[in-house]
């Protein structure tokens, strides 16, 4: 089965800060995708990035950039020069295909508050 | 504008009384899916939809009900509600059900509250 576990529950940095979250999955398969997922309070899903297995290439989009390392099946996002608007609760998921259908897991979530 | 809506957003219940939360889609999507989020678990899914009358549980299904007679609409029905189905409801759709097209579109949740 597969799993994705986000083990910080609460973050807090000041504004301009760097932080970074972290992701761990387990897995067997080897055709996957991995994204972090953004919640702000009006509890809208909204991708932030996400990854290709097959790549090494780390994916970045604006101030959001991963690590991703696929030995160790570890997926963590970089949140750079952090704003006020990034406060919000981040997932951490995974995508693969069972059976023919896509399957997505989710991780427990971490909740980021940036300070002014 | 291309979007997932679901209704009603917020609900409040009482136990054993049928109620049904609807999801449509507008972007001609095969694929969709119903999650409950909980704290401390994430989501997590509770059906989906390969295509129209093709529908099977994912890891949470014990007490809900789905149905898929068109495309665009993915019911969820719960047809005794317990207050453990106090829970933020997500319906999500994707353009096809395979890992080619990853991506899935959430709709803006329904909070429910099952007393």
């Known amino acids: 089965a597969q799993t994705v576990t986000q083990s910080q529950p609460e973050m807090s940095v000041q504004e301009a800060e760097t932080v970074t979250l972290s992701c761990t999955y387990d897995?067997?398969?080897?055709?996957?995708?991995l994204f972090w997922y953004k919640q702000p309070p009006s509890r809208q899903m909204i991708l932030v990035i996400r990854?290709?297995?097959?790549?090494?290439q780390n994916a970045t989009e604006n101030r959001f950039s991963v690590n991703f390392q696929k030995a160790a099946k570890s997926f963590s996002l970089k949140i750079s020069d952090s704003q006020l608007g990034d406060t919000a609760m981040y997932f951490c998921?995974?995508?693969?295909?069972?059976?023919?259908?896509?399957?997505?897991?989710f991780g427990q979530g971490t909740r980021l508050t940036i300070n002014p | 504008e291309a979007q997932v809506t679901q209704n009603p957003r917020y609900l409040i219940t009482v136990t054993g009384k049928k109620l049904t939360v609807t999801c449509s889609q507008n972007?001609?999507?095969?694929?969709m899916s119903w999650y409950r989020q909980d704290p401390g678990l994430g989501l997590r899914q509770i059906y989906y939809?390969?295509?129209?009358?093709?529908?099977d549980k994912g890891d949470v299904p014990e007490g809900y009900k789905v149905s898929r007679k068109e495309k665009r609409n993915f019911p969820l029905i719960l047809e005794s509600p317990s207050p453990n189905q106090t829970s933020l409801y997500f319906c999500?759709?994707?353009?096809?059900?395979?890992?080619?097209?990853?991506?899935?579109?959430f709709g803006p949740g329904t909070r429910l509250t099952v007393t």
């Open positions: 999500a759709s994707s353009l096809s059900g395979t890992l080619t097209y990853y991506e899935q579109y």
């Open positions: 897995t067997s398969e080897n055709n996957y995708y």
């Open positions: 990854q290709e297995a097959y790549k090494q």
């Open positions: 998921a995974f995508a693969t295909e069972i059976q023919g259908a896509q399957k997505l897991v």
């Open positions: 972007m001609n999507h095969e694929y």
């Open positions: 939809s390969m295509n129209v009358e093709v529908t």
